[in-house]
């Protein structure tokens, strides 16, 4: 089955303890993103890849990493988490760089930094 | 840059009424207009899309969209809105030189039994 698999789904720690929320799809897609889903806010896109070693930031990636080792892969890492990360995180990824195409969104990590 | 605006936190409905969820936005070039939607504790999935072509687009569960080229509108309409519909919805357009997709803040629908 075509899917962007996210682990884990749920994920509470405390402040200034590292973490990496893992993102992973089968579907051979060049793009990846990630956002953060807050309350009014809509989606927010963090980081994105458009392919292998190319990464840039979105519009909120202050205190978030991101890298792109394979083409399946794009693991979002907190070096240092504080609590106004706490959010609702979604991978997302799209066959091409070009638009149009529409994403396929993974299931959501919630993560709750106390 | 682009954006999107939907104009309504919440929208209620009766069952078996038209649903109407409006969404506005501002991209440079041709625009590709995506809504989604999310059930709680669920991802996004896909309803329909409009890239190019017919202004009425169809999509899943009996949803289209209607683009307006003119007022920069991608409304969703459901002719028969069902309680399963309840849910929360999100417009986002991306730009034919921008493959970025941008999200709108979401719209609550009800539909009362």
């Known amino acids: 089955e075509a899917q962007v698999t996210q682990n884990p789904r749920y994920l509470i720690t405390v402040t200034g303890k590292k973490l990496t929320v893992t993102c992973s799809q089968n579907m051979n897609h060049e793009y990846m993103s990630w956002y953060r889903q807050d309350p009014g806010l809509g989606l927010r896109q963090i980081y994105y890849?458009?392919?292998?070693?190319?990464?840039d930031k979105g519009d909120v990636p202050e205190g978030y990493k991101v890298s792109r080792k394979e083409k399946r892969n794009f693991p979002l890492i907190l070096e240092s988490p504080s609590p106004n990360q706490t959010s609702l995180y979604f991978c997302?990824?799209?066959?091409?760089?070009?638009?149009?195409?529409?994403?396929?969104f993974g299931s959501g990590t919630r993560l709750t930094v106390v | 840059a682009q954006s999107v605006a939907q104009p309504e936190d919440q929208v209620n409905v009766a069952e078996g009424n038209p649903l109407t969820v409006k969404c506005t936005y501002s991209?440079?070039?041709?625009?590709?207009l995506f809504w989604y939607v999310q059930y709680p504790n669920r991802g996004l999935q896909f309803l329909l899309k409009?890239?190019?072509?017919?202004?009425l687009v169809k999509g899943s569960y009996g949803f289209e969209a209607e683009f307006n080229k003119s007022q920069t509108s991608f409304h969703l309409k459901k002719p028969s809105a069902l309680v399963s519909d309840s849910a929360l919805y999100f417009c986002a357009v991306s730009g034919s030189n921008d493959y970025k997709l941008s999200f709108g803040a979401g719209t609550t629908v009800t539909v009362r039994a």
């Open positions: 409009y890239i190019t072509g017919d202004n």
């Open positions: 997302a990824s799209s066959l091409t760089v070009t638009g149009g195409v529409g994403y396929t």
């Open positions: 890849s458009m392919n292998v070693e190319v990464t």
């Open positions: 991209v440079s070039g041709n625009p590709y």
